[in-house]
């Protein structure tokens, strides 16, 4: 298990920008990382996910080519551009230490034996 805290969350307009972050209490390199996000009356989403060592990425079809994913040793990333009104939600952090999955099935479901943040609202409105 490791502890996960999210930052960086705010109120942008439409087509601003924000990066999140997720500091994690023990060094990360080893784990499958990703964000989610569950906005009110939905439920949570996979929205991007990074390998071990960072060799590979992956993005939900809704955010390709606006979000980017990366990490450094104990924190991870998430760089949100050209955001929309529908990106508006609360955006969390998981992990896994043994997941032997793709990263797609990573992010198919916000499974419970993944590690997560308490989250960080982000609100996009003109």
């Known amino acids: 298990q490791v502890q996960l805290v999210e930052s960086g969350g705010g109120s942008v307009q439409p087509g601003g920008s924000l990066q999140l972050s997720c500091a994690a209490s023990?060094?990360?390199?080893?784990?499958?990382m990703g964000w989610f996000r569950q906005a009110p009356g939905k439920e949570r989403e996979g929205v991007a996910a990074?390998?071990?060592?960072?060799?590979a990425t992956s993005y939900a079809d809704s955010v390709k080519g606006r979000f980017t994913i990366s990490q450094d040793s104990a924190t991870l990333y998430l760089q949100l551009n050209s955001l929309e009104a529908e990106d508006t939600a609360m955006y969390y952090c998981a992990a896994a230490f043994r997941w032997g999955g793709t990263l797609w099935t990573f992010l198919e479901y916000a499974r419970s034996e993944y590690s997560w943040g308490q989250g960080t609202q982000v609100t996009v409105s003109s």
């Open positions: 023990r060094y990360t390199y080893r784990a499958t």
């Open positions: 990074i390998s071990p060592r960072g060799e």
